[in-house]
Antibody, heavy 123, light 110 residues
Framework: EVQLVQSGAEVKKSGESLKISCKGS????????VAWVRQVPGKGLELMGI????????RYSPSFQGQVTISADKSMSTAYLQWSTLKASDTAIYYC????????????????WGQGTLVTVSS | SYVLTQPPSVSVAPGKTARITCGGN??????VHWYQQKPGQAPVLVIF???DRPSGIPERLSGSKSENTASLTISRVEAGDEAVFYC?????????????FGGGTKLTVL
């Protein structure tokens, strides 16, 4: 069974750093694009970026370029999303998702989703 | 940047048919995917490539598309269908990932 399991909820203060994770199982993690998606409470879905763990090829949406770092460890079947300096406006639920098929350029659809990680940042 | 436009809300009585639209420039040339998100849950893919259903998704949900509008139709609506639905396309954007989501439509079952 394909699964993406994300790390638990975090409560942080503005200015702190954070790294959250997304561990895949039931498939060859290296061969599928993984996306990170932000959802501010009560709002819609925003793509932050995508990564191909096999090569660590990473592409960021313009709004998130320079604001976060996406990485992956294919040996651990895990993708990461990290912040060096959190802001209150980073308070959101963060989802990882796996693309439908092997390889490609990230232009498929997102067939499996993690359960989400709630990040709360207080000022 | 490419924009997908969805109505913020659609209301329908149980047993009736709901139609949720997703507009975008020349959307007819793109593959459209739909996700359902129930309160407190992660999104779930319900339609891919305009009109295909993943296994486990009821036939009551169907997708269609014309030149500038894609639609998700839910027949014989049930209380359990209440959710926010998002459309999504890929719009090639140089080095940036071209994943674009619509703003979401909240389906309310009266």
């Amino acid at each position: 069974e394909v699964q993406l399991v994300q790390s638990g909820a975090e409560v942080k203060k503005s200015g702190e750093s954070l790294k959250i994770s997304c561990k895949g199982s039931g498939f060859n993690f290296a061969n599928y694009w993984v996306a990170w998606v932000r959802q501010v409470p009560g709002k819609g879905l925003e793509l932050m970026g995508i990564i191909y763990p096999g090569t660590s090829n990473t592409r960021y949406s313009p709004s998130f370029q320079g604001q976060v770092t996406i990485s992956a460890d294919k040996s651990m079947s895990t993708a990461y999303l990290q912040w060096s300096t959190l802001k209150a406006s980073d308070t959101a639920i963060y989802y990882c998702a796996r693309q439908n098929s092997v390889g490609g350029d990230g232009s498929g659809y997102w067939i499996s989703w993690g359960q989400g990680t709630l990040v709360t940042v207080s000022s | 940047s490419y924009v997908l436009t969805q109505p913020p809300s659609v209301s329908v009585a149980p047993g009736k048919t709901a139609r949720i639209t997703c507009g975008g420039n020349n959307i007819g040339s793109k593959s459209v995917h739909w996700y359902q998100q129930k309160p407190g849950q992660a999104p779930v893919l319900v339609i891919f490539r305009d009109s295909d259903r993943p296994s486990g998704i009821p036939e009551r949900l169907s997708g269609s598309k014309s030149e500038n509008t894609a639609s998700l139709t839910i027949s014989r609506v049930e209380a359990g269908d209440e959710a926010v639905f998002y459309c999504q396309v890929w719009n090639s954007d140089g080095d940036h990932p071209g994943v674009v989501f619509g703003g979401g439509t909240k389906l309310t079952v009266l």
